[in-house]
């Protein structure tokens, strides 16, 4: 059976379908696969290119992804296939569906057992002017719940609008700040250090699920395991 083609419009997934030896003819501009057709960003694809590519299946993801691409995609008669990973329990259910329809056998991966609630408070902004912070339901909460973290913005929604006075004021043991998807570096580390003090992480094994999920676990594991040790 030949290889359906594929353009993926989600990061985690195309870094997934590349290291199942199954490339997508087209990804985003985010997906850094160079190599591979660029058919716009996560949020403005170009809906011309991508029908332009012949493809067999789109994949798309719910938080990653907008519902008026999608509607125009299956309007015009392009497959599509709909993810939806809001927590680590999510990425084997949903991978395993997508590897199904496309003919590929995979594993789920092997995950470390959750830690005992509650966990180490943790404050994680995501976004800066404005700030926002990480909450659930996440993945990425999910992850870090897994590792024995609590954002101090879990009640407040997936990605709360903050401040560094109310991140303050909840009290964290420390700032996660994620590479991705705002570029968080040691410039911004003297103005997070108001809130507590700061470490700075992969944004991709923080929000990328799927292929690299069980790594990913393992080294943010060992980055942060000081901060959960008693």
Same mark, same amino acid.
């Given at each position: ?15 997934t ?12 501009r985010f ?11 996560t949020?403005d694809?170009?809906?011309a ?16 992804n ?18 939806a ?19 590929? /056998?995979? $594993?789920?991966?092997?995950?470390? !057992?959750?830690?005992?609630?509650? &966990?180490?408070?943790? #404050?994680?902004?995501? +976004? *800066? ?15 870090l ?38 570029p968080?570096?040691?410039r911004? /580390?003297? $103005?997070?250090?108001t809130?507590? !003090?700061?470490?700075?992480?992969? &944004?991709?094994?923080? #929000?990328?699920?799927? +292929? *690299? ?18």
């Amino acid at each position: 059976m030949s290889r359906l083609r594929i353009v993926s419009l989600v990061p985690s997934v195309t870094e997934t379908l590349v290291a199942w030896d199954h490339p997508p003819v087209g990804c985003t501009r985010f997906c850094h696969q160079p190599s591979v057709a660029q058919v716009g960003g996560t949020k403005d694809p170009d809906l011309a290119t991508v029908t332009s590519l012949g493809p067999d299946l789109v994949v798309m993801d719910r938080e990653e992804n907008r519902r008026e691409d999608h509607d125009a995609l299956v309007a015009a008669g392009v497959p599509v296939h709909v993810l939806a990973v809001r927590s680590v329990a999510d990425v084997g259910r949903q991978l395993g569906a997508l590897a199904e329809r496309i003919g590929v /056998v995979w $594993e789920p991966p092997t995950l470390p !057992p959750p830690h005992p609630a509650p &966990g180490v408070r943790v #404050f994680v902004p995501i +976004w *800066r002017r404005p700030w926002m912070g990480l909450g659930r339901p996440t993945y990425g909460a999910s992850l870090l719940a897994t590792l024995g973290f609590e954002t101090v913005h879990g009640r407040d929604g997936p990605y709360p609008a903050t401040s560094l006075e109310d991140a303050r004021a909840r009290n964290p043991a420390a700032v996660l700040a994620p590479s991705e998807p705002y570029p968080f570096t040691r410039r911004q /580390v003297p $103005e997070l250090s108001t809130v507590a !003090p700061v470490r700075l992480v992969d &944004g991709r094994d923080l #929000f990328w699920w799927g +292929w *690299r999920t069980a790594a990913a676990c393992e080294r943010l594991g060992e980055d942060l395991g000081d901060l959960v040790r008693p």
